[in-house]
């Protein structure tokens, strides 16, 4: 079970404990405490092993696709976490003798990840054990490993073998030849790996120190070489209360980075900085980060305060914010799932947070989307269109498409299900055009705008017109044979998410292009009206479906349970769903639709919603909000923390739910403090939860920093930046000066 | 540690015990507990998932090359032996719960292996739990596993989960692309998988039963499927007292096969059989295999007899008997070390046992040896010599050199150690033509010769030919740059052991050829002749070497232990050997030494050698036995079978030694039974161990199977073919017609 601290002292509600182990919890531990910089993502995977774990580390950008029959993925990298400790002849292993006590932290403030051990061996004595570990947000090569070991009631024999493991796989898949295994100096463990199709070199270097009490050990290191494997062993005794301390520190680098980087000289200098001095150096770029991106609640329940902050922990671990060649993955660098690539869940659930807090880390995602145009403009000439149409998956700038083909067992048919998203969920070129939008509008960043932003909404705008097809007799264009945000549902027709936010972005196109064709087509694309009851058909005929009765999926240990009882085409034929599809319109483009539709909208779509995926629940919780039902939108938030930050069992063993922290996020900022881009302009309307006393944190509007601190009785907002910015507080309007503050009571 | 029934009922010295679990011993156990068939070899890990586990399936013949930097070697296919058994949410474990007990036991007689565990969950109750599994030795192509599950105090809720697992890897190097998985008539689980260079198709094929107390039980089966994997889970509640049994039968085929299997077909044959009738029809394979191979030794330690029948047992299911194509590995099909390629292991420690028991089967061997000459001509070119030179390493038949490049680290430079045996080990072309002769004499079959033997002959004597070089300041033709079986030494000039064994590969082309060069060149061998002390040098120079107290080398945990102090360039300094050398030179070719300098050289270089290859122990029993030495050639009988089959713990993981298995059966018939063929014919000269009371075994000379039985009063030897045979029993020649009996006493 995961705990927080709940304590009053604001500053300390950084911390995730969990304080016991149980193997099979281990892959979603991993996810949860994985710890990275953008640039590489290692996952906590413990130092010794067992069965099951996912010993992953990622490199952003370094896809590889093992053979014709996969398709692109993040090769797993030689593994650095692994150290063997040996005692008196037994490997140290918490399934082994009996453990006593074991404490993991992960501090969110600092990036550490610490984990304290008392443990008895099979033959006795007892070992006080503490692990710590870091990914440097300062030097993004380096992760820094150390393991303290005291021998408490008695003196023992210890031998420490640690090294480079490139034995690890993607769940069996191997990118990696080797290529060099060596001692540089008989002290720097070397390795160098190449993937196998894209011929990118993955160099590790490691090194190690030996202290007993503080002083280097005089110890006798053996290399230990074998098939994907360099490590070396060191033995020596410990006497009663003596502590060894071994200290590993590593760097990782590619032929793909975006500069060359000489390990041997990083290594040597680290080690003249040691653990300690490296792990300040990372803490102080954390503090420097925190200092513009927290969030701080002051909650009845601490665990509101902790699970924002791992959201922005991992919102910021999570995506390289140099490096215009790299997407977000699906899983961040956290596991293997989705294959590190990127899907809508960029635009339209993590980007928000950038564009509202880093505008340079989101003008870097959306220039990763123009270097892709290419890819785009051959997917849509492949399916016959115009313009650019985005991959439903994207990895490398020039690998286009990347979804693979099947996915899980057919319960009817026992075969591979086929993945169509590729194909037919068409709506995330619609998505990438609106967050353009959203951060031009935001930013007011015209440079980008000319350079790539104007391009994509143009060649995503003649997409859609030439994707839009004429139907004699509605009288309309309409779009058939596609699947909206709602993955239940293939081969739809007129899906309302997709129409509509295909003609936003036909909209937007003509904001720049004046073409009489794609504006006669835009003016004519069916567009799903309410009903009367106000409920926006999610499709054409969704509503003559049938109804069932959800309860126990909805209440079901484990998503897509559904799929035990019914395969997806006798699900096709239920009025269900897998995740907010029409309540997401009702969030993006909230201005088209009347009070009223918005209300029977989402009240009518909930009650058939599932949340089998990630994406769901804080969407509903901001819609829940925006209607007033307030305890409803609480809840939604926080069941949107629980995707990856349960109290019980965590449920990220394939990594953690990137876009999910982006939706945490949302609930905060879009949900309880009201920002939304209105028409073009800033609003803030907070209306906090019963449980929280007050919420602080910044924006940046027209890239000025703002900080907004709200509570009960309202909003105070001040412009941090030098230029005057317009805010509208509350419905009130404000122009507020360059390091002014403007205060708005809330409406009674 | 291991245990044996030590019973005096001698038919029930064929089980192998083990009665603790120790997850550190595992990958040992996983060898010795290996089962197969020769087609297919299936190592002992064991249902449930633990750390460090190598779940090796190996279908002989499937070479793959990864990577033009790896070599190629036998791809580890999908793993049929995994099931996870859930009991009340909590995966059945050894390491998790009390383990209240656990016994193993390899029953060598039938081929099955069982395991019994009382084991108590954390949250309380007792289960009892059976595991039995077999590889038919009926039908190549067919596994049978069992499991067996009782709730013995409480009712509880079992989940069992099991498949196809594809994530498994040769040390992390994937051969496999998936190609198909799919679910067969609902109840079928197949999967397709390919290799990646070699384009070996690789079917899976299982099948599951679930019986409640015997019968049927209706389940509903969840089909299973994520990446590399395809599996089935099952729950169903268990009353107290009752026995759920789940039957898993499995077929494994590949294109490479010598005719294609209907696995759909064969499965459904075998489940109307049941897991019971499959094992009797494979036990009483392995009865009628056992009729013929089985040496039967009444010894007041029963582990004698236990050893010797592991040693069969392995003997038989390393080889696949009826193709030619393919060889024995060095760990058979047990484990990945030296990645399934044959070596002159296969020659000199394992064709004795085949030529002298199952001259079909050495015939097989040999016929692969002249299938891979064009390789051998291939590499001689190569090289720039003549004639056919054998690859150190084989694997298929049109592979050629496959010995690796790089080996372990060298202490020194911290660089891996280059592997030379490829280039200079070349005794193995001089082993081959050795055992070609052997085989001829052993059987008289002259139609193998005409179609196949006299091409080895002629064409390895060619080589040795081309491979000398004539020294001016002896006088004679030598030969340079050398590894012997010694590899503790390179770059060595004129090896004794090489140097005889050329020139009797000169001599025995000569039968055949009428070349004056090749004869001048055999005349004018340089042949290491004995020094004033009547040593043989091992080669040129040595006995300058600096010799060095090897006590605690040779008294080391593991093999090896001297490259902890010392790298290979300065071993080859020190006059220390890893393995019999000059030794085994004097057992080859025992008639070209007089009885002085076999025992004066024997003595010299036991003294110097410590061990570490396999190979070792049991040329030195028979010398040690031919010497007189009775009591040391006992002890290295014993050292001989440990190395495999050890009291305490297992040091096999990486696959049993094939070639000790051979071994111990030239310990058995070679040393104690004196078995030997001198000049042509056979001889016969038991002289029992001290703790033996009585021998009985087979042999098959001249096509004739003989029985021989011993005890310390002499031996009779019974001919139970139809053709006369002659014998020399103690010196005694004897003509013995079929159906009759000769005896002789020993001599007092």
């Given amino acids: 079970m995961l705990t927080f601290d709940r304590g009053t002292a604001e500053l300390e509600q950084f911390i995730i404990t969990e304080t016991a182990f149980d193997a099979q919890a281990e892959g979603g531990l991993e996810a949860i405490f994985c710890q990275g910089n953008g640039y590489l993502g290692q996952r906590a995977a413990l130092e010794e092993r067992y069965a099951g774990q996912a010993r992953n580390l990622f490199v952003t950008g370094t896809f590889d696709r093992f053979h014709d029959s996969e398709v692109t993925e993040l090769p797993n990298l030689p593994d650095l976490t692994n150290l063997t400790l040996t005692v008196d002849g037994v490997p140290f292993s918490m399934e082994r003798g009996e453990l006593v006590s074991c404490t993991r932290e992960l501090n969110l403030q600092t990036g550490e990840l610490t984990r304290r051990v008392l443990w008895r061996p099979p033959h006795g004595g007892l070992l006080t054990l503490c692990f710590r570990r870091f990914v440097s ?132 200098e680290a080690a003249a900085m040691g653990y300690g001095g490296l792990l300040r150096e990372s803490a102080a770029a954390w503090a420097a980060l925190w200092a513009t991106q927290d969030i701080r609640i002051d909650a009845r329940d601490g665990y509101d305060q902790v699970a924002v902050r791992f959201a922005l922990y991992h919102l910021n671990i999570m995506v390289k914010k140099d490096d215009d060649r790299v997407g977000i993955g699906a899983k961040g660098l956290s596991g293997e799932g989705y294959k590190g690539h990127s899907f809508w869940d960029t635009e339209i659930f993590l980007l928000p947070y950038y564009t509202f807090t ?135 027709d007129n899906n309302a998410y997709t129409n509509y936010m295909a003609e936003n972005n036909m909209r937007l196109a003509l904001q720049k292009l004046n073409d009489p064709d794609l504006r ?132 990220s063993a394939e990594g953690i739910h990137s876009a999910a922290m982006g939706g945490i996020w949302q609930c905060v900022a879009y949900g309880f403090a009201g920002v939304r881009m209105v028409d073009g302009a800033l609003r803030i309307a907070p209306r906090l939860p019963a449980g929280w006393r007050s919420l602080a944190f910044r924006i940046v509007w027209q890239m000025q920093p703002l900080a907004v601190e709200a509570d009960a009785s309202g909003v105070r907002v001040t412009n941090l930046g030098s230029l005057s910015v317009s805010v509208c507080l509350y419905g009130q309007s404000a122009v507020i000066a360059g390091g002014a503050t403007f205060a708005a009571a809330a409406p009674a």
């Avoid at 959306?366 to 892709?372: A, D």
């Avoid at 309860?551 to 349970?561: F, L, P, Q």
């Fill in 358 to 492: 880093q505008p340079d880390t989101a003008r870097t995602l959306l220039r990763y989307r123009h270097r892709i145009l290419d890819g785009a403009r051959r997917k849509a000439r492949d399916h016959g269109y115009r313009g650019a149409m985005y991959p439903w998956e994207s990895a490398w700038i020039d690998d286009g498409e990347v979804t693979p083909l099947f996915g899980g067992a057919d319960i009817v048919t026992g075969e591979c299900t086929p993945i169509l998203t590729g194909h037919i969920e068409q709506h995330i070129t619609a998505d990438i055009a609106y967050a353009v939008w959203q951060y031009a509008q935001a930013t007011g960043d015209a440079a980008f705008m000319d350079a790539f932003g104007w391009e994509i909404l143009t060649e995503t705008g003649r997409f859609w017109a030439s994707r839009a097809t004429w139907d004699e007799q509605r009288q309309a264009y309409v779009i058939r044979d596609v699947i909206g945000p709602d993955e239940y549902k293939e081969h739809v």
């Fill in 520 to 651: 006669h087509i835009a003016d004519g694309l069916w567009l799903p009206a309410p009903d009367e009851n106000g409920v926006i058909p999610q499709f054409d005929g969704y509503m003559a479906l049938q109804a069932i009765d959800l309860t126990r999926y909805r209440h079901a240990e484990s998503v897509g349970d559904i799929f035990k009882d019914y395969n997806l085409a006798q699900i096709n034929g239920l009025q269900v769903s897998k995740q907010s599809d029409t309540v997401l319109l009702l969030l993006l483009l909230a201005e088209r639709f009347p009070p009223e539709v918005r209300r029977q909208s989402y009240l009518f779509y909930e009650a058939r919603t599932l949340h089998d995926s990630s994406l769901s629940k804080a969407t509903h919780c901001v819609l829940a909000q925006d209607l007033g039902l307030d305890g409803v939108a609480y809840d939604y938030f926080r069941a949107a923390c629980a995707v990856d930050l349960p109290i019980s069992a965590p449920k």
């Fill in 137 to 268: 947000l300062a030097r993004e090569h380096l992760l820094g490993f150390q393991v303290e070991v005291t021998c408490t009631e008695a003196g023992c024999a210890v031998t420490v073998e640690s090294g480079i493991d490139g034995t690890v796989t993607n769940s069996g898949t191997q990118h990696l030849c080797e290529r060099v295994k060596r001692l540089i100096g008989g002290r720097i463990l070397f390795m160098e790996e190449e993937t196998v199709q894209s011929g990118i070199g993955c160099r590790l270097h490691a090194a190690h120190t030996f202290a007993v009490d503080g002083c280097e050990a005089a110890v006798r290191r053996l290399p230990i070489m074998r098939r994907r494997y360099l490590g070396e062993a060191v033995s020596l005794p410990l006497q009663k209360g003596q502590t060894l301390r071994v200290e590993k520190l590593c760097c990782v680098s590619t032929t793909r980075d975006l500069a060359p980087t000489d390990g041997v000289a990083l290594l040597y």
